[in-house]
C-alpha cells in the first residue's frame, strides 16, 4: 500500500489531535506500550508512575549474534507536550544520568540504549546532546515521526482505498537503474540499513564483513556509494557512527526527519569497506 504524502498543515492537525487524546503525561506512556510493541519492541514494561528516576517504559529487542542472542535494553522517556512546547538539551542530560542506576541504585546494564519520545519537537541544542556520543546514543522520536509510525502500523488511522493506475504500470516495467560499475557477484553480504539504524544514526556491520575486520583497529576507511570517510567502530564493534551525512546525502535522512530504510551491499577492498545502495 502506498501512503500518499501529508502536508505540514495535515501533520501539525493530526499532532494536535493525538496531544489531545491524552489528558495526562499517564495516559501518553501508557499509549505507547501498544505503540512500541507494533513497532517490534519486545518485554515492553510501562514503570510505576512516581519514582521511576525518569524511565516511563523498559523495552527490549533481541537479535542473533556470533555468540548466539544478542539483546539490546531500551530506557524510555516519554513526555506529552504541546506542539510548541520543545524538549530542550537539559532534559536529555537528565535521561542520559537517570538510566545510568535503577530504582535500588543498581548500575544497569550496559547494553542498553535511551529512547526520548515526545508529541512535540526537540530543539536543535537537544538533537546535538542526543547525538554527541555515537559510543551511547539518545534515539529521539518526535510528534512528526510518531504520527509516520502511527501511519504505517495502522495505528488510530482508517483508510479508503483509492485506485492507483500508474502503481500497476509500474509493476510492469523492468528497472533499469543498474550501476554498471558494480558486479553484483562481488558482494560478500546484502543488509538493510533500518529506520531503528538511521535513528540511531549508525551503520550496523554485517557479521560477515565484522568477521574479516582486524580485532586491533578502532577507524576504518569506509567508502559509502562512493564517498570515502574514516569512521569510528564502536566498543562492541557492531556498528560504526558517523554517518549521519551519509543518511542525509543519500536520501535515508531527510530534511523533514523521515528515516527511509533502504538494502545495501558490502564488501571489503583492500583495506577499505565498500558499502553501496541497492
Not at 114 to 132: G, P
Amino acid at each position: 500500500m502506498t501512503i500518499l504524502e501529508l502536508t505540514r498543515e495535515e501533520i501539525d492537525r493530526y499532532i494536535d489531535e493525538l496531544y489531545s487524546c491524552f489528558n495526562t503525561g499517564r495516559e501518553f506512556e501508557i499509549f505507547l506500550n501498544s505503540f512500541l510493541c507494533a513497532l517490534g519492541f519486545e518485554e515492553v514494561v510501562t514503570t510505576q508512575y512516581v519514582g521511576d528516576k525518569g524511565i516511563d517504559l523498559t523495552c527490549i529487542k533481541s537479535g542473533i549474534d556470533i555468540n548466539g542472542t544478542d539483546t539490546i535494553n531500551y530506557y524510555v522517556q516519554a513526555k506529552r507536550y504541546a506542539r510548541t512546547n520543545k524538549v530542550q538539551p537539559k532534559e536529555i542530560r537528565d535521561l542520559k544520568g537517570t538510566t545510568k542506576r535503577d530504582k535500588n541504585g543498581n548500575i544497569l546494564n550496559s547494553n542498553y540504549i535511551n529512547v526520548f519520545i515526545t508529541t512535540s519537537t526537540f530543539t536543535k541544542a537537544a538533537l546535538t546532546e542526543a547525538s554527541d556520543n555515537p559510543n551511547m546514543p539518545v534515539i529521539t522520536i518526535d510528534g512528526v515521526q510518531l504520527i509516520q509510525y502511527c501511519i504505517e502500523k495502522g495505528i488510530g488511522f482508517n483508510y479508503k482505498p483509492v485506485f492507483s493506475k500508474y502503481e500497476i504500470i509500474a509493476l510492469t516495467q523492468t528497472n533499469q537503474t543498474i550501476n554498471v560499475n558494480i558486479s553484483e557477484y562481488d558482494y560478500l553480504v546484502e543488509r538493510e540499513i533500518t529506520k531503528n539504524d538511521i535513528r540511531a544514526k549508525i551503520l550496523v556491520i554485517p557479521q560477515v564483513i565484522k568477521n574479516e575486520l582486524p580485532s586491533n583497529k578502532e577507524k576504518y576507511q569506509v567508502v559509502f556509494n562512493g564517498i570515502e570517510k574514516q569512521l569510528n567502530i564502536d566498543k562492541s564493534r557492531r556498528y560504526f557512527g558517523g554517518v549521519t551525512d551519509f543518511y542525509k546525502k543519500f536520501g535515508l535522512l531527510t530534511t523533514d526527519g523521515v528515516f527511509v530504510s533502504k538494502k545495501a551491499k558490502w564488501k571489503i577492498n583492500s583495506d577499505k569497506i565498500i558499502v553501496n545502495l541497492v
